[in-house]
């Protein structure tokens, strides 16, 4: 019985790591920002976050010539309330700058660099140390200007700086394109500049006023930008400080660019002072007639010419309503070499990001440290009581019901190589925290990571709930049966599992002892999470030094086996613990996946028995491959965003009218999402290349409409095409609109080409009627 059980141990562990690895490739296309986003998240999320940011970009001097050094700026201003990330890459939602054209010029730097240090928290939902600007931001890079250079038009620098813009809700990930080059222009605005902005080609009842004029307290030095806001009677503004919560938005002033100027006041005065006033529940602070707010600058001594660029946004209203807010840019003086800032109404220029950055405690505290090596072991103990990690608990804990009565140098042997296997986790990630600065929790930011351990963790349970046994001493499934002994390789194996899963777990004390030992020296940190292994480790090592405490276990029997179908269910649950983890619109094709292993794993435990002929055996393992692997394709496939999608317009009847009239062709699909057979005609008729082309071609409008949850308007069409169910295709022809081309159930693409064709080919009708196609594959 030697070979089938040799056999039986290969096949199924290579099915094991099969079913890992295939969860790779589809891991990593995870990571492709190109993924189809099924639930709109971050269209959403961008136009409801408030999440808009200021970007401004320059390459300065501007009169720089060959050999002279230009420096590349973006400063970004973001909203109250935000946060964006440093550049550090060691964390998934860095902010990243990709340079695709630099002409003319050579990079002396190697990266960009920030204006002011990031201020560092550790971040729960992570479980690390993150980096994080709020306010505002300035990135720079330098770069030489090249000796072939005869021009300044010669020099131009194109980019795309790719970020995340976060609030209390959410975060969203953008991209912004950018380019910048050398004019050799002048660039002057005149001193003082009067507008009364539009909407619509319609004059606001406002005339705003902007002026760099000597500041009466010291002309000499002080220079002061003045911003005068004239408004109608009737019509009020809002305060700087106004509170957004109080109906009212407040006025809101950003400064760009200044050249020959430092800023020596911390924030805009007002004169009048605002009134304080009470509508209704609302308080609100106001302006009315007239407005002034002021800003003192320094001259700076070797400055030429003198400049500022920058925006006014403001809301008014009157008695009856409220005009949305209304952006108006400005620019006075000399702008030629004037440099990026990040100055808004109620800051200070490079106002300190870090003034409650933590504390920490010196390492030479010989009795901080100790108080910290205390509260790390009691943290590593208390992980073995945690949700991630008590199904593999569970497993280890079977393990010692079955070494009751072995020898005690085994004992001791499988507990120490399972203690190994936590401390050899421990001192990788410890290393990790050193030299990448990933920290805690760190490998569950990654996609790829999750995909993977949902995979192993699900194949975990499918074992525990008797859908198959792992043949590998020691891991899981022999261990409640009693059939094999453990084997020093599956302790340490379970070891280390118990410590993966363990990361995304955070039990009392780790927080702040964590964030305390990746700011010490490396030596510290190793020891801080060597005892922190050795915590959790300490049980295992106790039952190794004292085996006789596992006598006071229970003895064998039923017990364990349902024990082990309890922990089964519990893995599950880790199962979908980690797949909150991922994007939304990952889960259902993780899903497919873990239904491609189910499929053949199942297989592999119920197709055949032990006693069954090698031939049957082989034939049911190679076809259990072969259905996983299609399975596990299919779901990787799901992953992937069409690049042949139409552009579809929500069905609407109106808009229907309005396009039958205008003489255009009208593809409507009847779908919902629960319609396989829809998404099936989505996948390999509609969403296709040649359909796409088509489209495009003959200018076809292509509606949706979504059936997947209960709609009176489509159900009321759908009876009028005599259809009781879907999928239904209807196209109206641009010539004759009211003689639609129906195509029932499933059918091909060549059927719908046919469709189209006849549509847009099809003369002036004489008289209506309805033209229904049938395809060949239609039921």
């Known amino acids: 019985m030697k070979t089938p059980r040799r056999f039986l141990t290969a096949s199924v562990t290579v099915l094991t790591l099969f079913a890992a690895l295939a969860c790779v490739p589809f891991a990593l296309q995870a990571q492709n920002n190109n993924l189809a986003d099924f639930f709109d998240q971050k269209k959403a999320a961008a136009t409801e976050a408030g999440v808009k940011t200021e970007i401004n970009v320059s390459l300065l001097p501007q009169d720089a010539k060959a050999g002279d050094t230009v420096t590349l700026s973006i400063a970004v201003i973001l909203p109250e309330g935000a946060y964006t990330y440093s550049t550090n890459p060691t964390f998934g939602g860095a902010t990243r700058f990709k340079i695709e054209d630099a002409k003319g010029l050579t990079a002396i730097d190697q990266h960009f660099n920030a204006d002011h240090p990031p201020k560092t928290v550790f971040e729960p939902l992570f479980m690390k140390e993150v980096e994080k600007y709020s306010k505002h931001v300035i990135w720079s890079r330098r770069y030489k200007v090249n000796q072939d250079v005869t021009s300044p038009s010669q020099v131009i620098i194109n980019g795309e700086m790719d970020y995340q813009v976060c609030n209390a809700d959410r975060c969203v990930a953008l991209q912004h394109p950018f380019s910048a080059m050398l004019t050799g222009k002048q660039k002057t605005a005149p001193l003082s500049l009067t507008v009364v902005p539009e909407r619509r080609s319609k004059p606001d009842p406002v005339e705003l006023s902007f002026a760099l004029t000597p500041a009466s307290s010291n002309p000499e030095k002080l220079v002061q930008l003045k911003i005068t806001m004239k408004l109608d009677k009737s019509f009020h503004t809002f305060a700087l400080d106004q509170d957004k919560t109080q109906a009212g938005l407040p006025t809101h002033i950003e400064l760009f660019k200044l050249e020959g100027l430092k800023p020596v006041s911390k924030q805009f005065s007002v004169n009048p002072e605002p009134t304080q006033e009470t509508h209704g529940e609302y308080d609100q602070r106001t302006h009315y007639d007239e407005v002034t707010w002021t800003r003192d600058f320094e001259r700076l001594p070797d400055a030429k010419a003198i400049g500022v660029e920058g925006k006014v946004k403001y809301q008014i209203c009157n008695e009856g309503s409220c005009r949305p807010p209304l952006p108006v840019e400005f620019q006075l003086g000399s702008l030629t070499n004037a440099q990026p800032v990040a100055m808004s109404s109620l800051e200070e220029l490079k106002s300190s990001d870090s003034d409650d950055d933590l504390i920490i405690a010196s390492t030479g505290d010989n009795q901080s440290l100790a108080s910290y090596l205390f509260f790390a072991f009691l943290g590593g103990l208390i992980l073995n009581v945690m949700p991630c990690v008590l199904p593999v608990v569970a497993i280890k804990v079977m393990s010692f019901v079955q070494q009751a009565g072995e020898s005690r140098t085994r004992i001791f042997a499988l507990n120490i190589f399972y203690s190994l296997g936590v401390l050899t986790v421990f001192l990788g990630l410890a290393s990790l925290a050193v030299f990448a600065g990933l920290g805690w929790g760190g490998l569950f930011q990654s996609t790829k990571f999750n995909i993977i351990m949902a995979c192993i963790v699900y194949a975990m349970g499918l074992s525990m709930l008797g859908v198959f046994e792992i043949p590998v001493p020691g891991m899981v499934g022999s261990a409640a049966s009693g059939q094999q002994k453990e084997g020093l390789t599956g302790a340490f194996l379970t070891g280390i599992l118990a410590t993966l899963l363990a990361t995304p777990c955070s039990g009392p004390f780790l927080g702040p002892v964590l964030a305390w030992s990746v700011m010490q020296t490396p030596g510290i940190t190793y020891l801080v999470w060597l005892v922190m292994g050795l915590g959790m480790a300490s049980p295992y090592i106790i039952f190794s030094v004292f085996p006789k405490a596992i006598n006071y276990l229970p003895k064998p029997g039923m017990w364990m086996v349902r024990f082990k179908e309890f922990s089964g269910i519990i893995l599950m ?118 359909t796409l082309e088509m489209i495009k071609k003959h200018n076809v409008v292509p509606m949706y409409a979504d059936y997947t949850d209960y709609s009176p308007t489509i159900k009321e069409w759908l009876d009028k095409f005599q259809s009781v169910s879907i999928p239904l295709t209807v196209i109206f022809p641009a010539n004759r609109p009211n003689e639609p081309i129906i195509i029932r159930d499933l059918y091909t693409q060549s059927t719908l080409l046919s469709a189209l064709q006849e549509a847009v080919d099809a003369p002036p009708a004489e008289k209506s009627a309805k033209r229904e196609m049938v395809s060949t594959t239609a039921h």
Not at 589 to 616: A, E, F, R
Not at 654 to 662: D, I, N, P, S, V
Request: charged share 15%; aromatic share 10%; proline share 3%.
């Open 573 to 690: 649950g880790a199962v979908i613990f980690i797949i909150s983890f991922l994007d939304e619109s990952l889960t259902i094709p993780v899903l497919i996946i873990l239904l491609g292993i189910t499929t053949g794993l199942w297989m592999i435990g119920s197709l055949y028995t032990h006693n069954s002929s090698i031939q049957k055996k082989m034939t049911v393992r190679v076809a259990a491959l072969a259905l996983t692997v299609g399975i596990g394709l299919f779901g990787y496939s799901m992953s992937q965003k069409s690049t042949n999608d139409l552009p579809w317009v929500p069905f609407n009847v109106a808009e229907l009218k309005k396009l039958r009239t205008e003489n255009k062709t009208v593809l409507i699909d009847f779908s919902a999402e629960w319609c396989l057979t829809c998404k099936t005609n989505e996948k390999f008729a509609l969403n296709t290349s040649e």
